[in-house]
């Protein structure tokens, strides 16, 4: 049976070069109604994990998170997805000093600006500054990468540097952990503690 993941790799395929063909048939089948643009698989493994919390179920409701691989695919996806392709509702985050890409990219597909919301840095900073560097050190503690943590912060590099900066760097070192702690952060969250981009884009879907 055809599920959102289809779908999900149907659009990736067609972004790349491909037919549309499967796609369009693939969102019909499924009911595919929005779709939530987002920067890379970091960011979908967090807003899946906080739905997941909030027992939602994303795929019945008619919702595709999609990781672009990058802000500067924000274009290509707005057409494809949104009123000059499959004619979805087009909702997402964005980091503040790649707000511009988004908003071009938006007025040339047509699709209005207000689905978006907008990470100062990005959304691995908005959830350090959520959970406070300490609640994240011993999360870090919890999944055996405490050691690699500390090693990583006697660099010269990292001298000086504030803790929550070092945190996020460190983050993105090594392939994979992005993703991984994507969900762990968010899993960690108080209920009523998910960053404000993060709370806004899952209470507009």
């Known amino acids: 049976m055809a599920d959102m993941q289809a779908f999900r790799a149907a659009v990736d395929d067609w972004a790349s070069g491909g037919s549309g063909g499967a796609a369009s048939e693939l969102a ?3 009911d595919v109604r929005t779709a939530v643009l987002l920067e890379g698989p970091s960011d979908l493994a967090a807003v899946e994990a906080l739905a997941a919390r909030r027992g939602r179920d994303l795929a019945a409701e008619g919702v595709c998170v999609v990781s ?3 802000a500067m695919s924000v274009a290509r996806y707005t057409d494809l997805l949104g009123p000059p392709g499959l004619g ?7 980091d503040e000093r790649e707000r ?23 959304l691995e900073d908005e959830l350090i500054r959520a959970l406070g560097t300490a609640t994240i050190e011993e999360i870090l503690r919890a999944e055996g990468d405490l050691r690699s943590w500390e090693t990583f912060v006697r660099q010269p590099a990292q001298h000086g540097r504030p803790r929550q900066q070092q945190l996020r760097r460190f983050l993105g070192t090594k392939k994979g952990r ?8 968010v899993e960690a969250l108080a209920p009523d503690r998910a960053p404000a981009p993060l709370d806004d884009l899952l209470a507009s879907l």
């Not at 979805?88 to 964005?94: A, D, F, K, S």
């Not at 511009?100 to 990005?122: H, I, K, T």
Request: hydrophobic share 45%.
């Open 68 to 70: 672009m691989g990058g």
């Open 178 to 185: 992005k993703i991984r702690y994507g969900r762990l952060l």
């Open 100 to 122: 511009p890409f988004y908003d071009r990219a938006l007025e040339r597909a047509g699709a209005p600006r207000r689905g978006f919301f907008v990470c100062v840095a990005d």
């Open 88 to 94: 979805l509702r087009l909702t997402g985050l964005c």
């Open 28 to 30: 019909a089948h499924l």
